[in-house]
């Protein structure tokens, strides 16, 4: 009997609020730096809406869901770092840590070069002094990523779309925003020194020999800084479009504001798309590129065959990251 869009307009949106009402409908969000707006219309009358004054497009609030895992059964809903019998879990400096000092064959780095980039001269080169919006399902702050999770003032443990009263920094949030974050800033090592026979230890021994005390768990730009933006529920269920952006009208906001530097933002999540680069993202991409703020986005867990690139990762002005395989049998 109803139907979720996402509407744009070219113009202030408070007519058109009014506007959608009258048909019966009612407003969900109605985002601060992009001119749209997400409503409930009636089915009867959405022809409707194409006709209400300044409306640009109308698009479907189409549900966003997180990767499916085969294996979502046995892993944890949340990744909270817990010492395993002998091993401790330690969080490092890295200024006290040099390039060099680094074990052979840290095999994250040789597949994406980040190593290659890191100056021990330069920490801006690791990622000091960068803020990074992960806009996912939230980051607990464990042991690897204490150093890097900050929030601001109204918003201290980062911003909640979904309003769950469930913090975006709590261990009750699905595993995947507290994954993407380590990848991103992790800074721990795991000391296997009382357990050196232990499994976990003795399976990289004969490819990478890492010293016993020390098996980091570093992340690409490990220096760097986490706002986490939760907009998936603390299950791991999907979430409308409208939810998504909410997140990121509030980052807009933090940087118009001056009240956050954020620098660039993480969107490891994405959908199907009819209009490559000219959907409802790309909209409030074009504000964040404006406001100076790099977007990253997954190219989506498909492929390679076509139209298998998901939605903001089509978009023209994200930087879009895909998988990569060295394995000579793929």
């Given at each position: 009997?109803?139907?979720?869009?996402?509407?744009?307009?070219?113009?202030?949106?408070k007519?058109?609020?009014k506007?959608?009402?009258?048909?019966?409908?009612?407003?969900?969000?109605?985002?601060?730096?992009?001119?749209?707006?997400a409503?409930?219309?009636?089915?009867?009358?959405?022809g409707?809406?194409?006709?209400?004054?300044?409306?640009?497009?109308?698009?479907?609030?189409?549900?966003?869901?997180?990767?499916?895992?085969?294996?979502?059964?046995?892993?944890?809903?949340?990744y909270?770092?817990?010492?395993?019998?002998?091993?401790?879990?330690?969080?490092?400096?890295?200024?006290?840590?040099?390039?060099?000092?680094?074990?052979e064959?840290?095999?994250?780095?040789?597949?994406?070069?980040?190593?290659?980039?890191?100056?021990?001269?330069?920490?801006?080169?690791?990622?000091?002094?960068?803020?990074?919006?992960?806009?996912?399902?939230?980051?607990?702050?464990?042991?690897?990523?204490?150093?890097?999770?900050?929030?601001?003032?109204?918003?201290?443990?980062?911003?909640?779309?979904?309003?769950?009263?469930?913090?975006?920094?709590?261990?009750?949030?699905?595993?995947?925003?507290?994954?993407?974050s380590?990848?991103?800033?992790?800074?721990?090592?795991?000391?296997f020194?009382?357990?050196?026979?232990?499994?976990?230890?003795?399976?990289?021994l004969?490819?990478?020999?890492?010293?016993?005390?020390?098996?980091?768990i570093?992340?690409?730009?490990?220096?760097?800084?986490?706002y986490?933006?939760?907009v998936?529920?603390?299950?791991?269920?999907?979430s409308?479009?409208?939810?998504?952006?909410?997140?990121?009208?509030?980052?807009?906001?933090?940087?118009?504001?001056?009240?956050?530097?954020?620098?660039?933002?993480?969107?490891?999540?994405?959908?199907?798309?009819?209009w490559?680069?000219?959907?409802v993202?790309?909209?409030?991409?074009?504000?964040?590129?404006?406001?100076?703020?790099?977007?990253?986005t997954?190219?989506?867990?498909?492929?390679?065959?076509?139209?298998?690139?998901?939605?903001?990762?089509?978009?023209?002005?994200?930087?879009?990251?895909?998988?990569?395989?060295?394995?000579?049998?793929?």
């Open positions: 009997e109803t139907i979720d869009v996402i509407i744009l307009a070219d113009r202030s949106t007519t058109l609020v506007q959608i009402k009258s048909l019966g409908g009612s407003v969900s969000q109605q985002y601060k730096n992009v001119t749209a707006v409503a409930t219309i009636p089915a009867d009358k959405l409707l809406v194409a006709t209400l004054s300044g409306v640009t497009s109308v698009q479907k609030d189409e549900m966003v869901y997180l990767p499916e895992e085969k294996d979502d059964e046995l892993r944890p809903m949340s909270v770092v817990e010492d395993m019998a002998g091993i401790e879990v330690q969080s490092i400096d890295l200024a006290n840590i040099t390039s060099s000092e680094l074990p064959g840290y095999a994250n780095f040789l597949y994406t070069g980040a190593l290659s980039l890191w100056d021990d001269e330069d920490p801006t080169s690791k990622g000091e002094g960068t803020i990074v919006a992960v806009v996912d399902t939230g980051t607990y702050p464990n042991v690897c990523l204490d150093h890097a999770v900050i929030g601001v003032s109204g918003f201290e443990d980062g911003y909640n779309a979904i309003d769950d009263d469930i913090p975006a920094t709590s261990p009750l949030n699905h595993w995947h925003g507290t994954h993407v380590g990848v991103i800033a992790s800074n721990c090592v795991y000391d020194s009382s357990v050196p026979s232990h499994p976990i230890y003795q399976a990289q004969p490819y990478l020999g890492w010293p016993v005390n020390f098996l980091p570093l992340g690409q730009a490990p220096s760097a800084q986490i986490p933006v939760k998936f529920p603390a299950d791991g269920s999907g409308p479009t409208s939810v998504i952006l909410d997140g990121l009208d509030h980052v807009l906001s933090l940087k118009k504001q001056g009240v956050l530097d954020i620098d660039i933002i993480n969107m490891s999540l994405g959908g199907p798309t009819y490559d680069g000219r959907d993202y790309d909209r409030f991409l074009e504000q964040l590129v404006d406001a100076d703020i790099l977007v990253v997954s190219a989506g867990n498909e492929g390679p065959v076509p139209n298998s690139v998901g939605s903001p990762g089509t978009s023209f002005g994200a930087l879009s990251v895909g998988a990569l395989d060295y394995a000579p049998s793929s």
